[in-house]
């Protein structure tokens, strides 16, 4: 393997990294497409709007590598907005506390019906999705205007990047970090690759599956945070149809939908092409309605890319084992 | 380990539970509902309404068990619906057409609007059989792509504005009664009929058990099974254009955001009803109970005066329990 | 019951499992000691592998104890005999493919510092002592997904010794393995001894129990039949234990091949798997074809049956040249295959034997697509009195049904469709050995009938017993084609370890 010329090892190691080859490919198409692309206010604008699915996203592809699904993100984001909103006169720190508890609770329900009560995760989560947003529209059918002076400061803030892309990033960094160097982590992937033998080597599987539901709440929580920062209110119809979203964003940045596999800097990247996406149309002025249908010709083209690649790999095991 | 009668007998009753434990939860629902709401979830007039609100999502359960009894999923299945409720709806009305703004459908008349939905579904169902079958893409990415892009498809086929005047057929259709039950029920009874028959006594049927149950002991066994996975998705988007006619006939309305719940349900009460998401299990009449359990308990919270949100909430929780129940019961 | 020796490290007393209908253990007996091989053999069904999940925690025992380090318990679950040094090597669920070698190995028992952060280069080192003990070569970030079978296995044993198990269970370890690997796991399991480790052998083959084995334990019929030292052991006393009375493993019956070729094989190849493979096959003729595992034969019936096309040479079937498009066209043609794995591959476990039989037909028992279930039921029913399959109804799930059984249903499968050329893939593979006469019995039924069969097998005595002519592969080429009647073990295992490649051609 070592006695390749370095070129061609070269050109595979770069092969290797696809997603980021398309994202490159789609800065430099919407760079040609529109002037406007490139400005700073452009991506800052850019990175503003991917914030609150790239965390939603981040908390789905946890739970996805661990073989699983969360179906329930985008509800308990709304959620966790409006129980900021409605609880911010008692302080802006408690109502955060709050909002992240909901978000938390939501998810380590989820964690106790799947593990607990055997029920297959994409049900489970349909269902908390159904509860989430049925408390949110019980709080409040409106969104919920946020007039606190703590609010309003954070959401004008802004250094290079405003503060729900902050969140994002510190999310994201949090998490690479615990992927490359935590036990837990580890776990994780063992869960989403062979439950069955991450058990029998130990790894309490119940308890990694129960805590991966938790966090994704809590960063829900955290994206409904977000959410008010970013909007100034509480929003029970806030992030409709997302959960999907997440899941498409995640698959275009590579992740094994059947656990195991995927790396965060890559979903990352997934999400950002997912959001490019609209803006270059927005920027091109092409009728926003074709965006829905672009969306799943990159979806398609993620899946079929990612299949690909697993056939690959299953052709090199086969030859391996012939050599 | 002393009488041997009286233990066998309570396991007789055990494993009679087990076999039937759908049915005792669905009879144990009406028992509960009918005595909470004063009996008047059992009056006839409200049973009808059950039924007339269950049609379209049946339908649309119908052509989900067949894909996940192949271990597929089709959550394009709401999209197919709305969009062929859409071209049905605008197609078919010159009234309709001239309220569109900047849509793309031309004025067709009735039965040609309808043949250009039920012939768009097929297309629909067979390039998610092929992208499935071909391209290998998992169904769960495949059909949300597809949904996702008839969504967008739905929306500038009319402007982006609703469908309010169909033709006079649709509704005229949906509001016809015979023996005090509107013409929508008959549908789909008829269908369900027709495709529990399908499952259970033809080759076809049979075939897709083996399918969803042992993919690769199909293929050894001569099964076709591509072909028969690809009829499969090809017949629930048929059935998706089928509840989307009846959408129209029931409300006389449909704008591109009224799917939004139907998927959902339809999954809901494919899984309530037993038919497994891995494929090979499950049969029409268990679905069809399952979903007229979800069915009446949205009823039954509407006959209660629970807020429609809350209703979301509680479905939820009811949906996990009933699962959490029949596995319980179901188990060994 | 030696009084001079160290306690056992484990010892199993008077276990007893109960499931709906059957006994499974009867009160059975077992003892490890540290640094031996104890082989546990018996037929299917006998209790072994319910033994094994009671000792790996995956079944609760209905009574008796299970004495470890000192300790006695009544039953034991997978994290306590985690912690109690218990390690079990399964062919299935064995290691996390999407994981690396080192990740794979300290899974479950990572040097942390705060609990949580993982201490990456002091594993790294371990692992490289741990390597050297065994003399394994493996880079420890490759990921488990490359690795052949064989590979796998190393890792998992260097993971038990890293785990530093006292008592390490082996369940078949040798099914997917070549001579050559298993030679190599056995000089692995030789350091493992020398490292005082346990290990319980459990294995259908009794050839290698009797090359490793420092003990033998018999079971039958859920109950504990003999343990002797090896030095006491015969293959024929093994044998006698197992199935209670002593059976003639090697009866060869008549040959019942005619001058009429059936098939004619010319120079086929697939690319990357066999080549240059030429054969005749003849009415009511059994054709084996021998070799080592991995020698491209189960390569070749996929190929006959349509599931690689060929890259080169032609199929000839009846005098016509065919081109097969898949397992359809196979069938078509009168095709029939009993794949290996029989549970993966051969049926549909969730469906009623009668459907599983009716599968290759299930267009000619319907009228314009609706299933006959009258005739699909006395299709089902006459194979079933046919075969004698022992199932209590035809509706009854495969599943259910025990693995001689399960193959009947497969070959009454083909027997359904018409099938005339029948090709076998290990089709006694964990068949316990009554159930395995009674299918040799059938192959030879049906080729007296004027059947043709090609068999795959690896089991040598059953090759000699059953085929007129034995093809022996060696590396994916063909290296010489024996009469069955003359031919024995010796001359087939020198041709089947030749390398083609350096100058036989076919």
Redesign the interface.
């Known amino acids: 393997m070592s006695t390749q010329p370095l070129p061609a090892r070269f050109v595979k190691q770069v092969f290797k990294q696809d997603v980021l080859l398309i994202l490159i490919g789609f800065v430099a198409v919407a760079s040609v497409l529109s002037p406007a692309f490139l400005t700073p206010n452009n991506l800052t604008n850019l990175l503003s709007q991917s914030a609150l699915l790239g965390i939603l996203a981040t908390a789905q592809f946890l739970v996805v590598v661990c073989g699983g699904f969360d179906l329930s993100v985008a509800a308990v984001m709304a959620l966790a907005s409006l129980v900021f909103a409605s609880n911010v006169s008692v302080g802006v720190g408690p109502a955060a506390v709050m909002a992240l508890a909901t978000g938390g609770a939501c998810g380590l329900f989820n964690g106790l019906?799947i593990t607990k009560?055997?029920?297959?995760p994409?049900?489970?989560t349909?269902?908390?999705?159904?509860?989430?947003?049925?408390?949110?529209?019980?709080i409040s059918?409106k969104s919920i205007l946020v007039r606190d002076p703590v609010v309003a400061a954070i959401r004008s803030f802004s250094w290079v990047v405003t503060v729900p892309t902050m969140v994002w990033f510190a999310v994201v960094l949090v998490g690479m970090v615990w992927f490359a160097?935590?036990?837990?982590a580890?776990?994780v992937?063992?869960v989403?690759?062979?439950e069955?033998?991450?058990?029998?080597?130990?790894?309490?599987v119940d308890r990694i599956k129960i805590g991966v539901y938790t966090v994704s709440g809590l960063l829900s929580g955290l994206a409904g945070l977000a959410l008010v920062m970013r909007a100034s209110s509480g929003s029970p119809l806030g992030g409709?149809?997302w959960e999907?979203d997440t899941?498409?964003a995640i698959?275009i940045g590579g992740t094994?939908?059947?656990g195991?596999?995927g790396k965060l800097m890559r979903a990352l990247m997934g999400v950002l092409i997912y959001q490019m996406i609209a803006n270059i149309m927005n920027l091109t002025r092409i009728?926003p309605?074709?965006?829905?249908?672009v969306?799943?010709?990159v979806?398609?083209a993620a899946?079929?890319l990612?299949?690909l690649r697993q056939r690959r790999?299953e052709r090199?095991?086969?030859?391996?084992?012939?050599a | 380990m002393t009488g041997p009668g009286p233990q066998a007998k309570l396991r007789d009753a055990r494993s009679l539970a087990q076999k039937h434990a759908l049915l005792l939860v669905f009879f144990g629902f009406i028992i509960v509902a009918g005595t909470i709401s004063g009996g008047r979830f059992l009056a006839p007039s409200n049973l009808a309404v059950i039924l007339f609100q269950t049609s379209v999502v049946g339908v649309l359960v119908l052509g989900q068990v067949m894909v996940m009894l192949v271990a597929g999923i089709d959550?394009s299945i709401a999209a197919v619906a709305i969009l062929a409720a859409v071209a049905m709806g605008a197609a078919s009305s010159e009234r309709q057409i001239m309220m569109n703004l900047g849509g793309f459908l031309p004025f067709l008349g009735l039965w040609p609007a309808i043949a250009i939905a039920f012939a768009g579904a097929i297309l629909v169902g067979v390039v998610n059989g092929l992208?499935v079958v071909l391209?290998?893409?998992?169904a769960?990415?495949?059909t949300?792509?597809?949904?996702?892009?008839l969504?967008?498809?739905a929306?500038?086929a009319t402007g982006?504005g609703p469908v309010n005047y169909p033709d006079r057929f649709f509704p005229d259709f949906g509001f016809q009664r015979i023996l005090g039950l509107p013409l929508p029920v008959y549908l789909f009874l008829a269908l369900a009929l027709i495709v529990g028959f399908a499952l259970a006594r033809t080759s076809f049927g049979t075939r897709l058990y083996a399918i969803g149950g042992n993919p690769r002991a199909a293929r050894l066994s001569g099964i076709p099974v591509r072909t028969v996975t690809v009829l499969a998705y090809t017949l629930c988007a048929l059935l998706g254009a089928v509840a989307g006619f009846l959408f129209l006939a029931r409300t006389g309305v449909v704008t591109p955001g009224s799917g939004?719940g139907l998927l959902?349900t339809t999954?809901?009460s494919a899984?309530v009803g037993g038919v497994n998401?891995y494929g090979g299990k499950g049969s029409i009449f268990n679905a069809v109970i399952g979903t007229l359990l979800l069915a009446g308990l949205s009823n039954l919270m509407n006959i209660m005066l629970v807020?429609p949100?809350?209703?979301?909430?509680?479905?939820?929780?009811i949906?996990?329990a009933a699962?959490?129940l029949n596995?319980r019961l179901d188990q060994e | 019951m030696a009084n001079t020796s160290p306690p056992p490290l484990l010892a199993m007393r008077g276990i007893v499992k109960t499931f709906p209908g059957v006994q499974a253990l009867r009160g059975v007996d077992f003892d490890l000691r540290s640094g031996e091989i104890h082989c546990l053999v018996g037929e299917n069904g006998a209790g072994k592998s319910t033994l094994m999940r009671v000792l790996?925690g995956a079944q609760k025992p209905d009574a008796g104890e299970i004495v470890l380090n000192g300790k006695s318990f009544t039953a034991l679950s997978?994290?306590l005999g985690?912690?109690l040094g218990i390690g079990?090597i399964?062919q299935e669920?064995?290691?996390?493919?999407?994981?690396s070698i080192l990740?794979n190995i300290f899974?479950?028992?990572?040097d942390?510092v705060a609990g949580?952060?993982?201490k990456k280069r002091q594993m790294r080192e371990e692992l490289k002592v741990l390597f050297a003990q065994l003399n394994l070569q493996f880079h420890p970030d490759t990921i488990v997904?490359?690795l052949?079978p064989a590979q796998r296995q190393q890792v998992q044993i260097a993971k038990a010794l890293s785990r530093q198990y006292r008592i390490l269970v082996l369940d078949e370890p040798t099914a997917a393995l070549t001579d050559n690997e298993i030679g190599y796991l056995f000089e692995l399991l030789k350091v493992l001894r020398a490292h005082g480790i346990g290990m319980v052998y459990v294995s259908h083959r009794l050839s290698e129990v009797l090359a490793i084995a420092d003990r033998v334990t018999v079971l039958r019929d859920g109950g504990h039949v003999s343990t002797r030292p090896i030095a006491e052991v015969t293959r024929e006393g093994l044998i006698a234990d197992m199935v209670g009375s002593a059976v003639d493993a090697d009866a060869r019956a008549k040959s019942t091949r005619t001058d009429e070729i059936v098939l004619a094989v010319r120079d086929l190849a697939v690319e990357?798997?066999f080549d240059r493979i030429s054969f005749d096959l003849h009415r009511g003729e059994i054709l084996g074809i021998g070799g080592l595992v991995?020698a491209g034969r189960s390569e070749v019936l996929e190929c006959l049956f349509g599931l690689t096309r060929p890259d080169a040479g032609s199929i000839t079937l009846g005098g016509k040249a065919v081109q097969l498009r898949g397992p359809g066209d196979a069938i078509a043609l009168g095709l029939g295959l009993v794949p290996e794995e029989r549970r993966e591959s051969g049926l549909v476990l969730v469906r009623s034997v009668a459907e599983n039989i009716a599968f290759p037909v299930l267009s000619k028992l319907s009228r314009a697509g609706v299933l006959s279930r009258r005739r699909l039921n006395a299709l089902a029913a006459d194979l079933v009195q046919r075969l004698s399959i022992r199932t209590p109804s035809l509706g009854q799930l495969v599943r259910t049904l025990s693995g001689g059984n399960q193959q009947k249903v497969v070959m009454g499968k083909w027997l359904a469709a018409g099938t005339r050329i029948l090709l076998l893939d290990e089709p006694t593979r964990g068949i316990d050995i009554n159930a395995k006469f009674e299918i040799y019995q059938l192959i030879h039924e049906l080729a007296s009938k004027g059947m043709s069969v090609i068999m795959v097998s690896s089991d040598m005595p059953e090759l000699l017993a059953l085929s007129d002519r034995i093809l022996v592969m060696a590396e994916?080429l063909p290296v010489t084609i024996l009469d069955g009647a003359t031919a024995d073990q010796v001359e087939i295992m020198r041709h089947a370890v030749t390398h083609p490649s350096a100058g036989v051609g076919a």
């Open positions: 019906v009560g055997k029920v297959q994409l049900i489970a349909l269902a908390m999705m159904g509860i989430a947003r049925g408390l949110a529209l019980s059918e160097t935590s036990r837990q580890l776990h992937y063992a989403g690759g062979n069955q033998t991450a058990r029998l080597a130990g790894v309490r409709m149809g999907l899941i498409a698959v094994n939908l059947f195991g596999e009728d309605f074709y965006q829905d249908i969306r799943a010709c979806i398609v899946g079929t990612g299949v790999t090199r095991v086969l030859q391996r084992r012939l | 959550l992208m391209l290998r893409i998992p769960f990415i495949a949300l792509a597809m949904s996702l892009a969504m967008g498809v929306t500038l982006g939004s959902l999954i809901a899984v998401l807020s949100h809350l209703q979301s909430a509680v479905s939820g929780l949906i996990v699962i959490m596995a | 790996a997978p994290a985690h912690t079990m399964y669920a064995d290691l996390v493919s999407g994981l990740d899974l479950g028992h990572e942390v949580m952060l993982l997904r490359y052949a990357g798997q991995g994916g």
